[in-house]
C-alpha cells in the first residue's frame, strides 16, 4: 500500500485503473466521432467556406464606404474602386480562367503580397508559363497607370488595394458572384510557386517525361474544379468543385469538426487524471479547507508532463483511433458494394486523421517519457563514467578544513530550501534526501574516526570559522572556489539509492546564496557571486558555441593519461574517498580530487600532511589500495554522487571561470593561471597520445570501480557493468579533448590580456 501511494503522488506509471478509464474513453469518443461526427466532406467544406467568403466580401465592401448588402454590388464596387496592375496580363497567364492561379500576385497568401509589391517596384510580373515554367513579364501598358508613382504610393498600392482587389476576386466575379473563379489559398498557392522554381525544373521535366504533363495538369484541375469534380457512372463532370481558398477555408472548418472527439477524448482522461490525484492529495494531506489547498503541490496533480498522462493518452487515442478505422472499413464496405474503388474512396473520407495524428503525436510522448525515465535509471553508465575519470586538471586545491565548509555549507542549501517548500509532501522527500546525503558522509567520517555529529556544522558556527580561516591567510583564494562549488551544488541528485525515483522532480529553489552565505560573510560579496556567475556563462560560452542549449552539472573526478603519475588523477575520485572516508562526498571535480589526493597524502601541506604530491605518489605506487573498494561496498555511491551531464565540459568551464575572475581579476595571480596553463597543456597531450593509441588497438578498457568485482561478478551480465569499448572512448576522447582545447586558448589570450595591462 505504502508503493502504492508513492506511485500515485508521484506520478511516474499509470496503473491498471487509469488505463481501463484510458480505454473506456477511448471507446467512448470513438463512438461519438462514428455517429455525430461522420466523414470528412470536401462539398460541405467548400459550402461553408463559400458562405463565409461571400460574408467577408460584403464586409470589405462595407470598409470601403460600400452602402449596399449584396454580393454582386459589393464585387463591382471592389473591382471599380480598386484596379489591379497585374490584371493587364491576363492574356500572358493562360486568360480569365487560369490566370489567377498562374500569376502568383493573385494568390492570396504571404507569397501573393510579396509578388504584388514586387510589381509595383519592378513593374513586373511574376507567375508561370502554361507549361509551369517560371514567368516574368512587364506590367501592360494599359494597366501601368495603377503602379504607385511615390514609395509610400507603390507600398499603399501593393498592400491595401492587393487586400481589396483579392476581395474582390475571391468570391468570383460580379458576374458569377459566389461561383466565379476565385483565387487560390495559401496550400494550393505554396504548391505552385514552390512547382515553378529552377530547382524543381529536372524533377518536373522527369514527371512530364515519363506522365505528360500530369504534375501541372493536377494543380490547374485541383483549382479550375474538375480534379474533385462529381462524375457519373460514364466518368462525365456532373459538378464541378474548386479547391481554391473558399474550399481551403473549409477544409480548416471540416478538421476542426473532426478535432472536437479527439479533444474531448483527451479531455476526459485529463480530468479524470486531474481529479483522482487531487482526491487522493486531499486525503494524504489531510487537507479540510481552501487554505490548506495551498500545501497540495500542482505538479502532483496537473495532467501534463508526465509519464502516467503520457501513458493514457496513447492507450485512449489507440483505442479511439481502432474504433475510428473499424468504423470507416465497415461503412466503406456497405456503401462500396463490392467495388474495390469506392470502398477505398469512402474509406479514406470516413478516417478521422486528426485522430491519427494525435495518436502519433502521444506515441512519440510516451516513448520520450520512457526513455527519459530509462536514461535517469542509467545515468552512471560506463560513457558516463569515462567521461567523468576525464574531468579533472588537478589545478583546485581545497584543504580538509575548506572541505568540511563547503560541506557544511552545502548542508545549509538544502535545509534553507527545505524551510522555503511550501507543500509538505515534497519537504518530507527533500528531508529523506538529506538524510541520506548526511548517511553516505557518515559512512566516510566513521572511516577516518572523525565523529560524524561533530564534522557539519551548524550556520553561526559555519560563518564564524569562514571568517577565521580567510583571515590567517588573506591572499589566499579559496574562499571564492567554495564559493563557486556551493553556488553549484546540485542536490536531489540521486544517491545510488532505492529511493531515487522519488527525487528526480524535486528542484532546488536557489537564493540562499545570495541572500544569506554574502549578508553572513565579508569575504565573497553578493557582488563577487554574481561576477563569478557571468564570468561562469561567458566560460561556457567560450568552451561551447552550443552551451545556450545546455544545463551543466558542474562535478566530476580526475583525467586519464598513460603514467603512474596521471593514474593517481585517474583512480583519486574512487580511491581516496574510501581511503580517507566519504567525508568528500558532494565535491565536484577538482575540488573533489584535490581533496582526495590531499587527505591521501596526510592531509594538505599546511597541515603538516605530505598533500598532493604525496597522495599522488601514495596512489600511483599502491596497486593493493583497489581492494579497499570491495571491502567498503560504497563505490556505486561515489559513483552517483559525482555523475552528471558534460564532465569535462562542465569543469574546464569552471577552471576558465576560476583563472580569469579570482586569479586574474580578483587577487591577480598571473604566474598560477600559467602554470595551470602548462599543467592542462600536458594534460591535452597525453589524451591526444591516448586517442591515437586507442586508433591502432583492439579490446575495452574497464573503469577503475570494476577491480574489485570478482569474475563470477564479471562473468554473469551485471547490466551495470563499466566496461567502454574503444570506440565509444575514443568519442568520449575527442569530445573532450575539444573542449579542453578551446579552454586553453581562453587561458592564452586571458593572460596576454593581463600582462598587457600590467605593462
Not at 253 to 269: D, F, S, Y
Not at 458 to 467: A, N, R, S
Not at 605 to 611: E, F, I, K, V, Y
Not at 694 to 720: F, N, T
Request: aromatic residues 8%; charged residues 25%; contains cysteine.
Amino acid at each position: 500500500m505504502e508503493g502504492e501511494t508513492r506511485w500515485e503522488a508521484r506520478l511516474d506509471h499509470a496503473n491498471k485503473l487509469d488505463c481501463t478509464v484510458a480505454v473506456a474513453c477511448g471507446i467512448v469518443t470513438g463512438l461519438v466521432d462514428s455517429f455525430f461526427v461522420g466523414k470528412f466532406s470536401l462539398e460541405r467544406a467548400n459550402e461553408w467556406g463559400v458562405s463565409k467568403v461571400n460574408d467577408f466580401v460584403v464586409f470589405m465592401a462595407k470598409l470601403a464606404d460600400y452602402d449596399g448588402d449584396d454580393l454582386p454590388g459589393a464585387i463591382r464596387y471592389l473591382e471599380k474602386n480598386f484596379k489591379f496592375a497585374a490584371d493587364g496580363n491576363t492574356a500572358d497567364f493562360g486568360g480569365g480562367y487560369q490566370h489567377h492561379l498562374r500569376d502568383f500576385s493573385h494568390h492570396f497568401s504571404l507569397g501573393g503580397l510579396i509578388c504584388s509589391i514586387f510589381t509595383q517596384f519592378t513593374g513586373k510580373v511574376i507567375g508561370t508559363d502554361t507549361a509551369g515554367r517560371l514567368l516574368i513579364v512587364e506590367v501592360s501598358e494599359t494597366h501601368r497607370q495603377f503602379l504607385g508613382k511615390s514609395f509610400d504610393e507603390k507600398v499603399i498600392l501593393g498592400t491595401v488595394s492587393w487586400v481589396m482587389h483579392i476581395a474582390s476576386d475571391i468570391a468570383g466575379s460580379s458576374g458569377n458572384p459566389g461561383k466565379g473563379t476565385g483565387v487560390p489559398g495559401p496550400i494550393l498557392s505554396l504548391i505552385k510557386q514552390l512547382s515553378a522554381l529552377p530547382i524543381f525544373e529536372n524533377a518536373r521535366q522527369a514527371m512530364e517525361q515519363t506522365n505528360g504533363s500530369v504534375f501541372r495538369e493536377i494543380i490547374s484541375k485541383m483549382f479550375n474544379g474538375t480534379f474533385f469534380a462529381r462524375r457519373d457512372e460514364d466518368g462525365r463532370i456532373v459538378e464541378v468543385l474548386r479547391f481554391d481558398f473558399r474550399t481551403e477555408l473549409g477544409v480548416l472548418h471540416e478538421v476542426g469538426r473532426l478535432a472536437k472527439p479527439v479533444i474531448l477524448n483527451q479531455c476526459l482522461i485529463r480530468s479524470f487524471y486531474f481529479i483522482r490525484r487531487l482526491t487522493h492529495e486531499i486525503k494524504a494531506l489531510k487537507v479540510a479547507s481552501l487554505q490548506d489547498l495551498r500545501r497540495i503541490d500542482p505538479q502532483d496533480v496537473l495532467p501534463f508532463r508526465n509519464q502516467a498522462v503520457a501513458r493514457m493518452s496513447t492507450i485512449s487515442c489507440g483505442v479511439f483511433s481502432a474504433v475510428d478505422l473499424s468504423d470507416a472499413a465497415i461503412r466503406a464496405a456497405i456503401a462500396s458494394k463490392g467495388s474495390k474503388e469506392k470502398f477505398l474512396a469512402e474509406f479514406v473520407v470516413r478516417v478521422n486523421f486528426v485522430g491519427l495524428g494525435t495518436f502519433a503525436i502521444a506515441c512519440v510522448l510516451d516513448i520520450r517519457e520512457v526513455l527519459k525515465d530509462r536514461a535517469s535509471a542509467n545515468s552512471s553508465g560506463a560513457e558516463e563514467d569515462y567521461e567523468r575519470s576525464l574531468a579533472e586538471f588537478g589545478s583546485l586545491e581545497l584543504g580538509p578544513s575548506q572541505i568540511r565548509l563547503l560541506q557544511s555549507l552545502q548542508r545549509a542549501i538544502v535545509l534553507d530550501d527545505i524551510e522555503g517548500t511550501k507543500h509538505s509532501r515534497k519537504k518530507d522527500e527533500k528531508l529523506q534526501w538529506l538524510e541520506e546525503w548526511e548517511a553516505a558522509l557518515e559512512i566516510g567520517l566513521k572511516e577516518r574516526g572523525l565523529i560524524p555529529s561533530e564534522y557539519l556544522l551548524d550556520t553561526d558556527e559555519l560563518y564564524m570559522q569562514f571568517e577565521d580561516l580567510a583571515k590567517e591567510d588573506p591572499s589566499k583564494p579559496w574562499p571564492f572556489l567554495v564559493a563557486l562549488e556551493a553556488s553549484l551544488f546540485t542536490p536531489y541528485e540521486p544517491l545510488g539509492g532505492e529511493n531515487d525515483k522519488e527525487y528526480k522532480k524535486l528542484k532546488l529553489n536557489g537564493g540562499y546564496m545570495q541572500d544569506v552565505f554574502a549578508a553572513s560573510q565579508s569575504i565573497v560579496t553578493k557582488d563577487d557571486l554574481e561576477k563569478m556567475r557571468r564570468a561562469l556563462k561567458q566560460a561556457q560560452g567560450d568552451i561551447d558555441a552550443k552551451m545556450a542549449k545546455r544545463v551543466v552539472g558542474f562535478v566530476g573526478t580526475t583525467l586519464v593519461a598513460g603514467a603512474a603519475t596521471v593514474a593517481a588523477f585517474i583512480f583519486a575520485p574512487y580511491i581516496a574517498p574510501l581511503v580517507a572516508g566519504k567525508a568528500v562526498a558532494g565535491l565536484s571535480g577538482a575540488a573533489l580530487t584535490s581533496a582526495s589526493l590531499a587527505f591521501v597524502g596526510g592531509g594538505a601541506l599546511a597541515a603538516g600532511g605530505l598533500g598532493m604530491a604525496g597522495g599522488t605518489a601514495i596512489i600511483a605506487g599502491g596497486g593493493a589500495l583497489l581492494g579497499t573498494i570491495g571491502g567498503t561496498g560504497a563505490s556505486k555511491v561515489i559513483a552517483s554522487m559525482t555523475n552528471a551531464d558534460g564532465f569535462v565540459f562542465g569543469e574546464a568551464s569552471k577552471l576558465l571561470c576560476y583563472c580569469r575572475y579570482v586569479l586574474l581579476d580578483k587577487c591577480p595571480d598571473i604566474d598560477s593561471v600559467k602554470r595551470i596553463r602548462a599543467s592542462l597543456n600536458e594534460r591535452v597531450l597525453e589524451m591526444e597520445i591516448t586517442l591515437e593509441s586507442l586508433k591502432h588497438a583492439d579490446g575495452s578498457v574497464e573503469l577503475i570501480e570494476d577491480v574489485h568485482q570478482d569474475s563470477d561478478e564479471k562473468d554473469s551480465g551485471d547490466p551495470d557493468s563499466t566496461t567502454i569499448d574503444p570506440k565509444r572512448q575514443m568519442k568520449v576522447l575527442s569530445k573532450s579533448l575539444k573542449y579542453l582545447k578551446r579552454c586553453n586558448q581562453a587561458l592564452v589570450k586571458a593572460i596576454v590580456n593581463a600582462e598587457s595591462g600590467l605593462s
